[in-house]
């Protein structure tokens, strides 16, 4: 099985990131100031997609994909119940599995290879599972597609 390997870290910095340039451009309007208000959101959201949006664990063979939460579930999902993936945007990333809710997942906490290589893998061997659009994070296919 290959295994992602996803960092904290990485995650922090991005949403960190993020934060600080909203409230730069925010104080360059006049809007904002910069004061100890933006410590706890920059607390609170890497812990939120962290525990929220990536897996504690993630690995994918030709035959299934390996879940582990970390809240204590642990599932091995077949991709032959795949039904849809990708959408959303670049970084939060769904898995549409038949009788099961769908799987978000926030790509920035992996490394960027080893995600393109994650999705290569889902081009190579499942490219007609792309839905036509997403509502949030289910896909579906328009009526007059093929």
Known sequence: ????????????????????????????????????TLAIPMTIAPLFLWFGFVPRLMEYSPEALHLKSWLGGDETLSWSRLKYFGGGTNRFFCLQFEDRRSLQICSYAYDAQQWADFKSF?????????????FGSRGYRLPWHR
């Not at 960092?7 to 904002?32: D, I, N, P, W, Y």
């Not at 889902?122 to 997403?134: G, M, S, T, V, Y």
Request: glycine letters at 4%; one cysteine or more; proline letters at 2%.
């Open 122 to 134: 889902l081009e190579a061997n499942f490219a007609d599972r792309k839905p036509d659009i997403w």
């Open 1 to 36: 099985m290959t295994r992602l390997h996803a960092s904290f870290f990485k995650l922090f910095a991005f949403v960190c990131g993020v934060m600080l340039l909203v409230t730069l451009a925010a104080a360059m309007m006049g809007k904002a100031s910069f004061d100890s």
